[in-house]
């Protein structure tokens, strides 16, 4: 169980241009998602945190205008990345927390997604 | 400040040889540590969790200890495989807290 997937796992775009990258929860309800970005050789870097129903809550010097998150189901959150730069390339990573976590603030993570910005 | 260091950065190591991979932290108030292992290009998979009280935890040949009194924790790799070539993440939580505070890693590659 607590299967989380990506969707696309690699996208390449052209500078200006938006990407849409969704997060799955397959067999739990996420009641709050997480995104992380990767920077190579980097440790995963919190963007925001997303719970069901309400907006995100972004971490510091991430601009919320650029990095648009809806979370608008039990098992369905998308980050946004609006009018795309090429220092905006990285690997991102969603997580889910749900039901199924128990009581240890447990995290389940998706494969990512490789965002590539020409 | 909450931080959570990694060493080494990087190990090689020989098929069937066993390693350890060592964790500092300074997350309070603590909750949980957990490792996670990350291959190239893919999402961080859990490998073992641990609270306060709890001081050892297996999963196969992945052995994590914790001393929550030097706030130190250990992942024992033993007879490491070719398929444990990947990067090893201490990843600590806070009480109350959503975040997770996050390690560089140890980059571990395992050669024939």
């Known amino acids: 169980g607590a299967v989380v997937s990506q969707h696309p796992s690699r996208v390449i775009c052209k500078s200006g241009t938006s990407v849409k990258i969704e997060c799955r929860s397959l067999?739990?309800?996420?009641?709050?998602m997480f995104w992380y970005r990767q920077f190579p050789k980097q440790s995963l870097m919190l963007m925001a945190t997303?719970?069901?129903?309400?907006?995100?809550?972004?971490e510091q010097g991430v601009e919320k205008d650029k990095f648009l998150i809806n979370h608008a189901s039990l098992t369905l959150s998308t980050l946004t990345v609006t009018s795309a730069h090429p220092e905006d390339s990285s690997f991102y990573i969603c997580?889910?927390?749900?039901?199924?976590?128990?009581?240890?603030?447990?995290?389940?993570f998706g494969p990512g997604t490789r965002l590539t910005v020409l | 400040k909450n931080q959570v260091e990694q060493s080494p950065q990087s190990l090689i190591i020989l098929e069937g040889k066993n390693c350890t991979l060592q964790?500092?932290?300074?997350?309070?108030?603590?909750?949980?540590l957990r490792w996670y292992k990350q291959d190239t290009g893919r999402g961080p998979v859990s490998l073992t969790i641990m609270t306060f009280s709890e001081n050892t935890k297996s999963n196969g040949r992945y052995t994590a200890t914790l001393d929550a009194d030097t706030k130190q924790s250990s992942l024992h790799i033993t007879a490491s495989q070719l398929s444990d070539s990947a990067s090893y993440i201490c990843?600590?939580?806070?009480?109350?807290?959503?975040?997770?505070?996050f390690g560089t890693g140890t980059r571990l590659t395992v050669i024939p």
């Open positions: 990843v600590v939580g806070r009480t109350g807290a959503n975040n997770l505070f």
């Open positions: 964790c500092n932290y300074t997350v309070s108030p603590f909750s949980n």
């Open positions: 067999d739990f309800q996420a009641t709050t």
């Open positions: 997303s719970n069901e129903g309400s907006k995100a809550t972004y």
């Open positions: 997580s889910a927390r749900g039901a199924l976590a128990g009581g240890l603030n447990e995290q389940f």
